[in-house]
């Protein structure tokens, strides 16, 4: 298939071989005779002019065959990865995930899942929300780790400071009342989230040991990203027993 010539290019082509056309003239004629005007020598100033606008034209010509092409590849590149990246659905991002602000999706979300293993950090540091979201009659579903499963144990036995607390349960019982919904599922989550009908955040877990900064990220609703995790969290749903 022949790749079309474009027009910008043939244009380029053609004002580059015009500068060196003129340069080669302008030396030519520069230096075709000797004339002084006010102590000024013109045919050599033609010539040094002609000399200009030839090394001009040259190193034009080396910019446009071999920079700008590439500072052409370069931002595309950037604009296209820019895109993928928007259209992946990503529009939030947070590292450490601690200082993520759940506060205004607590309040004003229609549908609140959230999943976790046994962390109840969420229901602790937004105790007013919790009260102010259920106050309003809008119900929360939490996802927790069965105590006594499989994965309660596997993680009890490969971080001996976590697993249900059953205590931490029952404090959350306390704080959101009627509104919560608690569905138990038995396996070592890869991540934890918290899911609106606008909206996911997504909470990573580390591979290795020990304790860091974990990043979050947000996908919006009608995004690739946004559809997997949200069959994901349905296919965990439909697995996990019943309060």
Not at 17 to 46: A, D, M
Not at 53 to 80: A, D, N
Request: aromatic share 10%.
């Amino acid at each position: 298939m022949t790749t079309p010539v474009r027009k910008s290019d043939i244009l380029q082509k053609n004002a580059n071989l015009t500068l060196v056309i003129v340069g080669f003239l302008l030396i030519g004629i520069g230096n075709s005779f000797e004339v002084e005007i006010f102590k000024i020598e013109l045919g050599r100033l033609i010539a040094e002019v002609g000399g200009l606008v030839l090394v001009v034209g040259l190193l034009h010509w080396l910019y446009e065959s071999t920079m700008r092409r590439q500072l052409f590849r370069e931002i595309v590149e950037s604009v296209v990865g820019a895109g993928e990246v928007s259209a992946s659905g990503i529009c939030d991002f947070k590292i450490p995930s601690r200082e993520i602000d759940y506060r205004e999706l607590i309040e004003k979300s229609e549908r609140l899942w959230i999943g976790e293993h046994y962390s109840t950090k969420i229901f602790e540091d937004y105790v007013d929300s919790f009260a102010e979201r259920h106050g309003s009659g809008k119900p929360t579903l939490l996802l927790q780790l069965l105590p006594g499963s499989a994965g309660d144990i596997y993680l009890k036995e490969a971080i001996p400071s976590s697993g249900v607390d059953e205590r931490k349960i029952a404090r959350i019982r306390q704080i959101c009342g009627k509104g919560l919904t608690i569905r138990w599922h038995k396996l070592v989550l890869r991540y934890s989230f918290v899911m609106t009908d606008t909206s996911i955040w997504v909470r990573f877990y580390r591979n290795s040991e020990g304790y860091s900064v974990v990043p979050a990220i947000r996908v919006s609703e009608g995004s690739n990203l946004y559809e997997f995790f949200s069959k994901d969290i349905d296919e965990l749903l439909n697995g996990c027993v019943d309060d």
